[in-house]
């Protein structure tokens, strides 16, 4: 079966610490990726996507994420976290096949203190 | 403003006591869809729809219906709620077809308690 894995359940920083987030998935093929962000109260928000071409995307508020494919990866990183980050992060992917295929990862936790 | 509306935001229940969830969007797209969002689970789908009259199960259907009458609006009916149904829930929408990779476009969340 698909999966979306991402093995940081709760992760704790200072402010200006230097952040990543890892996110697995397990099929090989094309993929569309995407880091989603949701902050406390709030509806999910699409952070960078991935379809296809450099495989370094830059989103909102200065994230970043690099697609390796031979390691099947979509890490999520940021060199200065600030605490308006404090929120939980999911990585999700699909095959190529439209959103009804996208299968979410657990979900991070991030909190930063000030 | 392009948006995904759901209604109520919050809810408490009863068991055994029927309740819809509504969800709207305002963007024409074809595509929307069910997710309940639970500690440690991620977000799970529970339904989803390709176009009006198209609907489809996804990964945690059971206790839950749903309808596709109209192209923006997406309802979540639960006909008997029970306490395990106690959640987060989102709607989303997004574009679909040939070219498109789905993106998905949030609701802000409908909290349900089922005492």
């Known amino acids: 079966a698909q999966s979306v894995s991402q093995h940081n359940h709760h992760v704790i920083l200072s402010e200006a610490a230097s952040l990543e987030l890892g996110c697995n998935y397990s099929?090989?093929?094309?993929?569309?990726l995407f880091w989603y962000v949701q902050y406390p109260g709030q509806h999910l928000q699409l952070l960078l996507k991935?379809?296809?071409?450099?495989?370094l995307v830059k989103g909102i508020k200065g994230f970043e994420a690099e697609f390796i494919k031979s390691k099947f990866s979509f890490n999520l990183r940021k060199p200065s976290v600030q605490w308006s980050d404090t929120a939980e992060y999911f990585c999700?992917?699909?095959?190529?096949?439209?959103?009804?295929?996208?299968?979410f990862g657990q979900g991070t936790r991030l909190t930063i203190n000030p | 403003e392009a948006q995904v509306t759901q209604n109520p935001r919050y809810l408490i229940t009863v068991t055994g006591k029927k309740l819809t969830v509504t969800c709207s969007q305002n963007?024409?797209?074809?595509?929307m869809s069910w997710y309940r969002q639970d500690p440690g689970l991620g977000l799970r789908q529970i339904y989803y729809?390709?176009?009006?009259?198209?609907?489809d199960k996804g990964d945690v259907p059971e206790g839950y219906k749903v309808s596709r009458k109209e192209k923006r609006n997406f309802p979540l009916i639960l006909e008997s709620p029970s306490p395990n149904q106690t959640s987060l829930y989102f709607c989303?929408?997004?574009?679909?077809?040939?070219?498109?990779?789905?993106?998905?476009?949030f609701g802000e969340g409908s909290r349900l308690t089922v005492l």
């Open positions: 989303a929408s997004s574009y679909s077809g040939r070219g498109t990779h789905g993106e998905l476009f």
């Open positions: 099929y090989g093929g094309t993929v569309n």
């Open positions: 991935y379809f296809s071409g450099d495989p």
């Open positions: 999700a992917v699909n095959r190529g096949q439209g959103a009804q295929k996208l299968v």
């Open positions: 963007m024409n797209h074809e595509y």
């Open positions: 729809s390709m176009n009006v009259e198209v609907t």
